[in-house]
């Protein structure tokens, strides 16, 4: 079993100061995020080291301040060009000596990047893990005076995580290809598993393992059976008017459809999946990040790199394929740590949807030559059903996502009930009040339909509904049939589910999902055990008329706000830069509170590094101080 969170390794006097002064200097921020002050002097002592921080936790940052300390270079390895191409931009407007290498630079491109590293110009190069494995390549590292290897996206290397990259699998091979040069693994989401997994499979040794943690205080949970799919994603969206969100979708047909009824419906958004055209999915891509779109509906081939910061929900119009999966699809929310909202419309069918996805994957890489791990299939199939269990049942929704990555959970004190800030502590489940009875009557029809029939057909019976299946079978005859037909069908459903996610119930593998019961199952419909059913939740309607607050403590001119943000979007425009490259919203927030009317002022706001003050400065003090005198 790895350590976590070991004491801060020892380091000369001062570094830790000398760090402080690099980011202050850089990025403008003057105090650094728990565990960054010890994954930065790790690397700094040449250390192995695995860091597991949750998104918006500051990660990168962790290897990026070290790389200007040193005097020689830090290659990040990095699954996606377009997520190469961002961080460079970044670093790039903050003043630091950034590059990268990919199959998308023409070859006079390249080769400038190669006269930087031959002259030793630059400190930090980014490329793909493919491009490293090049016969030679670790020769250049060594030309180049490679002084740390950084793996970002590390979760990619383990078959037990999610988004496996075989080409990352290979980048073991670097331990013994260049074994005095320290290894740095990073990612967002890691389960105790996946963090084994990804230590040994790069060969670490004695590594550093931080583990930072998983809880998300400005991100609130909702989860809720979907019925109109588009109704319900556009009351998510009407609560979020004109903020950035990302709707993630099952399939490519399902973006297609739900892409057009929202924009029927008034809604700038684009798609966003691997079946459209290369240039059509980065040209999306790039007018979402440009805020020329507020939404993208995407299959999760979308995300991974998408640094936007001011996302400000995330809605799954369908199950994800597991807890970790969600945990990092939702990440891509309130990266700034401004409130932010996450929500779930689920159903029965989505596991079954996403079997049928994984068996049609499996036959395509057979019909390749490919034989795809059976074992694979199964940790799958048990992600999805861990998923399912928890959308289906109303646990506090930060405390199980906090102990699946194996962390102790400990409620805010600020919060009146639980965690103050998911569907169930925020009292939206409405608990029923004869929920020991009701539940009796739905196992028994499980018992009485001979544990052979799926939730659909026992919500019928339960429900009353004598179709001709019904009638054939002489389920119209049962004692428990119609005993519940005063409910609506959607809501018996929802309770079916809750059984299946207490574990009450199981559903049986196939490709007919027939219910039967657990003992625990059994216990509850003799009265021997107790239980608790719920409502089916009712997300708030309540239409938003300011965008998202700032802190609590943060009181800003929102008129000003918007001026500065109109300031914002015209100077990225003219750069050819993503918006939050210029400033984040909570940087503009500051400025529309402090209203600093001087470059000493300035450059006391949080997120105004030195090359951003002396490029940026007077442009945006002009504006407050039009602003203030009128």
């Not at 450059?603 to 945006?620: H, P, S, T």
């Amino acid at each position: 079993m790895l350590p976590t969170s070991a004491p801060v390794p020892s380091a000369p006097p001062g570094e830790l100061e000398r760090l402080g002064h690099v980011v202050e200097r850089v990025w403008g921020y003057r105090e650094l995020r728990p565990l960054q002050g010890e994954a930065m002097l790790a690397s700094l002592a040449g250390r192995d080291a695995l860091v597991v921080m949750a998104t918006g936790g500051g990660k990168s940052l962790c290897y990026q301040a070290p790389a200007l300390l040193r005097t020689g270079l830090t290659v990040v390895i990095s699954p996606l060009i377009s997520l190469m191409q961002d961080q460079v931009a970044s670093l790039v407007e903050s003043g630091v000596a950034a590059a990268s290498l990919s199959s998308a630079m023409s070859g006079a491109e390249k080769f400038a990047v190669h006269e930087r590293l031959s002259s030793r110009e630059l400190k930090l190069l980014f490329m793909a893990p493919e491009r490293l494995m090049l016969a030679g390549f670790a020769d250049e590292l060594a030309a180049w005076n490679a002084q740390t290897l950084v793996i970002d996206e590390a979760h990619c290397i383990s078959h037990w995580g999610h988004d496996f990259r075989p080409e990352y699998r290979r980048l073991g091979e670097l331990r013994r290809a260049l074994p005095n040069i320290p290894i740095q693994a990073f990612t967002a989401t890691a389960a105790p598993p996946v963090r084994e997994d990804i230590a040994r499979q790069l060969g670490l040794r004695d590594p550093l393992v931080l583990v930072g943690n998983f809880d998300r205080p400005n991100l609130t949970y909702r989860f809720t059976p979907r019925r109109d799919a588009v109704e319900q994603v556009l009351e998510v969206i009407r609560r979020h008017s004109g903020e950035a969100g990302i709707v993630y979708c099952l399939r490519r047909t399902d973006v297609d459809s739900l892409a057009q009824d929202l924009a029927s419906n008034g809604v700038r958004c684009l798609p966003y999946h691997a079946g459209l055209d290369a240039g059509v999915r980065e040209r999306n891509q790039t007018q979402f990040l440009a805020e020329n779109v507020d939404v993208i509906v995407a299959t999760v081939a979308f995300g991974m790199g998408i640094d936007r910061p001011d996302v400000r929900f995330v809605v799954h119009a369908a199950l994800p394929k597991g807890v970790e999966q969600f945990a990092q699809e939702t990440g891509r929310a309130g990266r700034d740590g401004l409130p932010s909202e996450c929500v779930l419309f689920y159903s029965g069918a989505d596991y079954h949807g996403w079997k049928l996805l994984q068996e049609r994957s499996a036959a395509e890489a057979r019909a390749n030559g490919v034989e795809l791990d059976p074992a694979e299939t199964e940790r799958a199939l048990a992600r999805l059903a861990e998923m399912y269990g928890w959308a289906t049942s109303a646990v506090c929704r930060h405390k199980f996502l906090v102990e699946h990555f194996g962390q102790p959970w400990t409620a805010p004190e600020s919060a009146a009930n639980g965690c103050g800030a998911c569907d169930v502590c925020l009292g939206e489940f409405a608990a029923v009040a004869d929920s020991p009875r009701i539940a009796a009557m739905i196992l028994s029809c499980v018992v009485r339909c001979q544990q052979r029939f799926g939730a659909s057909h026992v919500t019928d019976v339960l429900c009353g509904v004598a179709d001709e299946k019904v009638r054939q079978l002489g389920h119209d005859k049962l004692s428990t049939f119609g005993l519940l037909r005063q409910h609506d069908p959607r809501q018996v459903r929802h309770w079916i589910e809750q059984l299946v996610g207490l574990e009450l119930l199981v559903t049986a593998p196939g490709r007919y999902p027939t219910l039967s019961l657990t003992q625990a199952g059994v216990d509850v419909m003799r009265g021997q055990a107790p239980i608790t059913l719920f409502e089916i939740p009712q997300l708030p309607r309540a239409r938003r008329t300011r965008r998202t607050p700032a802190p609590s403590d943060l009181q800003y001119d929102e008129t000003l706000f918007d001026k500065l943000r109109q300031l914002r979007r015209k100077l990225a425009s003219e750069r050819g830069l993503p918006p939050y490259m210029i400033f984040g919203d909570r940087t503009l927030q500051e400025l529309a509170a402090v209203q600093p009317t001087s470059l000493d002022e300035l450059r006391e706001i949080r997120g105004v590094g030195a090359k951003k003050l002396e490029d940026l400065g007077e442009l945006f003090l002009a504006a407050i101080r039009e602003h203030v005198q009128r």
